[in-house]
């Protein structure tokens, strides 16, 4: 639409130039044949009034001058007249002009000099005069001249006339012309190419050829839709052969796990089922900004690992709707499709309002759950009002999702996170054919640690409606069961790994996410990374030799001072490095509406500022923060950029920054220093394990990546890479729904 309005835009500006043009062209051979009429006609009149003036001149018959020139003044288009003696002084004056007129004078002196009519316009008391100066004789010699004065104002008057005429012509004939241009476009050429645009990205999408729009049949573009007709059929036929393919491939447990297997292995495990996602966060934010609105995807590993699985499967993503956007693209029933490039599946939204995302997020997920489970040396805090608004917002997500599986019969549901851990409960009570699931993305801490939580029983049991219950780790697992254990009455069957309470059993199982490897970073093929990170770098002013880098939200959990800590050691213990090392540390804004994190990142700025100011010299400084939002592209831009990744949680459940930093390294270089309180450090062992808190130790890991030979660094970067393959997130959420869908 844009192109469309620049082409009318351009067509309107040629066609005012044109017109301007032939106007200004007009309008000056206009003013010079009027002028030349009007001075033609003064000159007829002044021979004429020589013959009269004359005689009365010469007789000295002041008198009959002044009565003379009085008798013509304000005449139609006369003004008046000026007799004029040999010296250019006035003898008789109309008394609609004024005596003393410099340029009347200089007029009627160039006559008499030059013995002939001498004429020129002037403005007199803001209007056009002509001025007309005739030569009077006696006998053979100039004695004085005549002048006339006449009104030229019609003139100017005529020429506005044109030109007001000629744009009102232009502003009809360029509105007309712009409305049949932008019918004519749309109607032959844009509507035809969206059409054609649709269609292919309806075969792209592997929509069936009977639900797909016709290609237009517009005269103009059949060679073109004959050729993408074949281009639909020849995707249609290598779908349906990697369709096959992957069908074989079901049976054979050591090939890699895609989108398009997972995708048949769900149509033949769930049997047309539908799989309905719930999380708190969603994976499209709408954002408004003037007039124009766009998205961006939150920096969220929760959003990394589930969205590529909603892409395969193709079903209902409900989620709060966050975007000061988000409402103004949703249709009656609160959706929208997504991916809004390429729509995959659809977007649910669910509206909180301020007081229910300040108590339910703010308050008692981020400011009590999130604490508690992390064990990250931050007293949680919990407030009756936040339990409330908690309550509140999870029966809001379960209205949600009744009202989308109400005429299911075995929906699956699977819940995301500890935002929703009523959740399951809510959902089971009314719909109790519904299979559930629950995947809790955060650690679980022990039993004695949880048991500080007032509504300890409350979440335990609103968990337990899930028909499974998965979690990162074996041991998280097994602080679950403990924890059940000691404050619910229920039958614990360890062997099984299973919780009974009522008549309700659920299954509590390890399932180590990951990511979208191999085939997550498809649509990122036409990058130009090694050009972009040479960019990245002379913006960031960066000339060292190494770079480090972090990805993290800023967030306590993450161990990001211990990190700046880290670095501080490394420099004063290593200090061939000064100049040399530089570490970025990519800083996603989070959670700003809590104090604890307002506080922690200030925090972040004046370490990131205190270990610079005393290393910096010669204009580097050892540590680049970056605290803004970063796209995937960035991100891998710097991920293949840096010798080295620091991911130091201080206790996580899974940290998927590790995993994607070595899926990035397709050229097999760099070094992972990774966490051994992340769930990654139990898969990734040939990462550099630290002890976050142990600042001597990191910086010594630091040296040792930097030092890793290109072999050594290889054959580790390889290794990982083979593992996070084998174990990507297709594989995950194959096993997780295989699980689900054989618990209904």
Not at 193 to 222: C, D, H, M, Q, Y
Not at 264 to 290: A, C, Q, W
Not at 650 to 667: Q, S
Request: some cysteine.
């Amino acid at each position: 639409m844009k192109q469309l309005l620049i082409a009318v835009f351009l067509i309107v500006v040629i066609i005012t130039l044109i017109v301007v043009a032939f106007t200004a062209s007009q309008a000056l051979n206009e003013e010079q044949r009027l002028e030349s009429d009007l001075q033609y006609r003064s000159k007829l009149l002044a021979d004429s009034l020589k013959e009269t003036v004359e005689p009365q001149f010469i007789n000295k018959s002041q008198y009959q001058l002044q009565y003379l020139v009085s008798k013509f003044e304000d005449k139609e288009r006369l003004v008046g007249l000026n007799i004029y003696d040999n010296k250019a002084i006035p003898v008789a004056t109309s008394s609609s002009l004024t005596s003393e007129i410099p340029k009347a004078k200089q007029i009627a002196a160039d006559a008499m000099d030059q013995d002939q009519a001498t004429g020129d316009f002037i403005n007199l008391n803001n209007k056009k005069i002509y001025l007309l100066a005739a030569p009077l004789h006696d006998k053979d010699s100039v004695v004085g001249a005549l002048m006339i004065a006449q009104n030229a104002g019609y003139i100017d008057t005529r020429i506005a006339e044109i030109w007001k005429n000629n744009l009102v012509r232009l502003f009809v004939q360029a509105s007309l012309l712009s409305l049949a241009t932008l019918v004519l476009i749309r109607w032959l050429i844009y509507a035809p190419i969206k059409n054609l645009v649709e269609s292919l990205k309806f075969a792209r999408s592997g929509g069936e050829e009977s639900n797909s729009k016709k290609p237009t049949n517009s005269l103009f573009f059949r060679p073109l839709v004959n050729e993408i007709t074949n281009i639909r059929r020849s995707l249609q036929e290598a779908r349906s052969s990697a369709s096959e393919e992957a069908k074989l491939r079901l049976e054979k447990l050591d090939s890699p796990w895609t989108s398009l297997r997972l995708k048949e292995f769900i149509k033949d495990i769930l049997k047309g089922r539908t799989v309905y996602m719930v999380s708190n966060r969603e994976p499209y934010i709408h954002i408004k900004n003037g007039g124009k609105i766009s998205f961006y995807t939150p920096a969220s590993g929760m959003v990394t690992a589930i969205e590529p699985v909603m892409q395969a499967c193709e079903g209902t993503w409900i989620a709060y709707g966050s975007g000061n956007g988000d409402k103004l693209m949703v249709n009656r029933k609160n959706q929208v499709k997504v991916p809004p490039d390429e729509p995959k599946y659809t977007l649910k939204r669910v509206w909180l309002t301020e007081e229910e995302e300040k108590g339910y997020y703010d308050g008692f997920s981020n400011e009590g759950l999130w604490p508690l489970c992390h064990i990250a040396h931050n007293r949680p805090i919990f407030r009756k009002e936040d339990w409330d608004q908690y309550q509140i917002a999870n029966q809001k997500f379960a209205d949600a999702v009744i009202s989308e599986i109400k005429n299911q019969e075995r929906p699956i549901v699977l819940i995301q996170d500890f935002h929703l851990a009523l959740l399951p409960r809510m959902i089971k009570a009314q719909k109790p054919s519904a299979v559930i699931g629950l995947f809790w993305h955060i650690p679980w801490p022990n039993a004695e640690s949880f048991s500080i939580c007032p509504w300890k029983k409350e979440i335990l049991d609103g968990m337990l409606g899930a028909d499974l219950l998965g979690f990162h780790t074996q041991l998280h697992c097994n602080n679950f069961i403990e924890t059940v254990g000691r404050e619910i009455e229920s039958l614990i069957d360890l062997e099984q790994s299973t919780i009974s309470k009522g008549n309700h059993t659920s299954y509590i199982k390890s399932f180590p996410i990951s990511i979208a490897f191999p085939n997550g970073y498809h649509g990122l093929k036409n990058y130009d990374y090694s050009a972009e990170g040479k960019k990245l770098l002379n913006n960031l002013k960066i000339r060292s030799q190494f770079i480090g880098v972090g990805v993290d939200r800023l967030d306590y959990t993450k161990g990001i001072l211990e990190r700046f800590k880290a670095i501080e050691i490394f420099l004063d213990k290593y200090p061939l490095y000064k100049g040399k090392f530089t570490f970025i540390q990519v800083a996603a804004p989070s959670r700003t509406k809590v104090k604890k994190y307002k506080e922690f990142a200030e925090e972040v700025r004046k370490e990131a500022e205190r270990v610079n100011s005393s290393f910096k010299e010669n204009g580097w400084k050892p540590i680049v923060l970056l605290e803004r939002h970063h796209s995937h592209e960035e991100v891998q831009t710097i991920y293949k950029l840096a010798d080295l990744c620091l991911v130091t949680s201080l206790h996580d459940g899974m940290n998927l920054v590790a995993k994607e930093y070595v899926a990035a390294r397709d050229d097999e270089k760099g070094v992972l220093i990774l966490s051994q309180y992340t769930g990654a450090s139990r898969e990734l062992k040939d990462a550099i394990i630290v002890n976050p808190y142990n600042a001597e130790q990191t910086a010594n890991a630091i040296r040792e990546a930097l030092e890793m030979t290109p072999k050594e660094q290889t054959k580790r970067i390889r290794d990982m890479r083979e593992i996070i393959k084998n174990n990507n997130v297709y594989r995950w959420s194959a096993q997780l729904l295989k699980t689900m869908a054989g618990l209904g």
